[in-house]
Nanobody, 130 residues
């Protein structure tokens, strides 16, 4: 069973930068699609982006060009680098793992289908002040 633990959430000023981390334990292989999601108070969960075992990424339009997802496979750590933060980026950020991804044999790694992700972290809070 994969367990995920996010860290790095903080309060930052609008226009600032922040990097979140997600440590994964219990992964049985490197063939996972990993993703970041966020949920603001009173709003639905939103997929931010994803990364596959080869490092290919997808991003939501709302964060494209400002956020970067990367991973350290040796350390099993997923990162979310956020820059040019806006007030609307304030949310609880969670990472998720899709262990059924199977190197993309059946489907592509994407943030668009949260139901594919069986493992979720508890989340870390990001606040953006103006």
């Amino acid at each position: 069973l994969v367990q995920l633990a996010e860290s790095g959430g903080d309060s930052v000023q609008s226009g600032g930068s922040l990097t979140l981390s997600c440590e994964a334990s219990g992964k049985t292989s490197s063939s996972y699609c990993m993703a970041w999601f966020r949920q603001a108070h009173g709003k639905e969960r939103e997929g931010i982006g994803s990364i596959d075992p080869l490092g290919r990424t997808t991003y939501a339009d709302s964060v494209k060009g400002r956020f970067t997802i990367s991973q350290d496979n040796a350390k099993n750590i997923l990162y979310l680098q956020m820059s040019s933060l806006k007030s609307e980026d304030a949310a609880n950020y969670s990472c998720a793992a899709d262990g059924a991804y199977n190197d993309g044999y059946y489907y592509s790694c994407t943030h668009q289908y949260p139901g594919r992700f069986a493992a979720w972290g508890q989340g870390t809070q990001v606040l953006v002040s103006t």
